[in-house]
């Protein structure tokens, strides 16, 4: 059956945030009050994003159904001698399919036309966060790992005092 690929507009909200959820999931993710939480955060959050234009989201249809969805956020960005001297950079996230349609191009026609947009609008880079699953759909289309470090921070008390 043929893609209909077309952007997702705040009627969408909710697919994205099923989606969302169903992303980490798919991760492996099965804490249901982290989720919720994450879920109403997101909420807000999305509503927002679309409305200002800081976030385009695809959302691609098969036979009348919604089969996936994805997003690319707007991120503020530190202009570097890199060639980036834009104040924002693309960010693409929350790639899901729906598992009936999953290994039928649904996730790779989103990948393209992402690529596509960044090309029209003039962003020479985009990244993401590749889940182990993901990471062979984003190599087909010249995505490359790069290398980044994280440390998580503990919040709350420290040193007898609250922050």
């Known amino acids: 059956m043929k893609h209909q690929l077309r952007e997702a507009t705040t009627r969408d909200i909710?697919?994205?945030?099923?989606h969302r959820r169903g992303m980490f999931e798919d991760m492996g993710v099965h804490?249901?009050?982290?989720?919720?939480?994450?879920?109403?955060?997101?909420?807000?959050w999305i509503k927002l994003a679309l409305m200002k234009r800081v976030v385009v989201g695809w959302i691609v249809e098969v036979g009348g159904e919604i089969a996936g969805s994805c997003c690319l956020w707007l991120q503020p960005?530190?202009?570097?001698?890199?060639?980036?001297?834009?104040l924002h950079r693309p960010y693409l996230f929350s790639m899901f399919t729906e598992p009936q349609f999953r290994r039928k191009g649904v996730a790779s026609s989103i990948v393209r036309q992402a690529v596509e947009w960044c090309r029209k609008n003039g962003y020479p880079r985009l990244t993401l966060h590749a889940s182990k699953k993901g990471r062979g759909l984003y190599a087909k289309y010249g995505f490359t790992r790069t290398w980044e470090m994280r440390r998580q921070i503990k919040i709350g008390r420290v040193k007898g005092r609250a922050h």
Request: no cysteine; proline share 7%.
């Open 77 to 86: 960005a530190l202009p570097n001698p890199e060639g980036e001297t834009r």
């Open 14 to 18: 909710e697919t994205l945030i099923r």
């Open 31 to 44: 804490d249901i009050e982290a989720l919720d939480a994450a879920d109403s955060a997101y909420r807000k």
